[in-house]
């Protein structure tokens, strides 16, 4: 019993400098290359997407980042989070990597998520004329003042620019991220679960 106690300890100290060193050298963009491949682009699954009435709603009835990061949410069912080409991890804090066809993974310029919810944007902005030609004919003061309180409100309402987008991709970051390294380290977490198992009763050594 005392052996095997030794023995395991050896292989657990083992496997830690394994896993420090696997921190060390852990490329994320070639971990996704090898183990990540989406039916679908990037941009492809984006343009795909439709925004709908809900989260139009979503916007004027809460706020504009409430609403985005509602509609995210649904472009991104986390259901089907294995096939996201958009992918983010604790270990990089809001950063976003994402997949083209053609090239590969690469991480995600601010830009390029500006562009995403500018994309949503503009289909608000379209809904949102759909509800004033549907309202056209009910003129009167109150109309107007909600019209162009919808208006601010799809258009980013009056906080800061700059500080509206980092708190949307702060909410997107939460909703999407996983642990890369539960993810490449699935030899660390086999290990444990079987010494956690063996040390709570649940397996036994024969001698």
Known sequence: MVQQVHTLKGELDDLKMWVQKQKRKCNIIDWL????????????????????QDHLDKVLRNSYIEGITYTFQKMFPIEHNED????????????????????????MHPGEFESMVLKVQKQLISLLKLWEKNNKNKASNQNYELYFKYVTKVMGGKQNQELTQKKIVSNLYDY?????????????ITFFSFLFGWASGKRSFEF
């Open 176 to 188: 999407l991220k996983y642990n890369y390294l539960i993810l490449y380290n699935k030899n660390y």
């Open 84 to 107: 996201f080409p958009i992918k983010c991890f604790e270990q990089k804090q809001n950063v976003f990597y994402i997949y083209e066809k053609e090239s590969g993974w690469k991480y």
């Open 33 to 52: 290359e090898k183990s990540c491949v989406p039916t679908i682009g990037y941009q492809e699954w984006v343009n795909a997407f439709v925004v709908k």
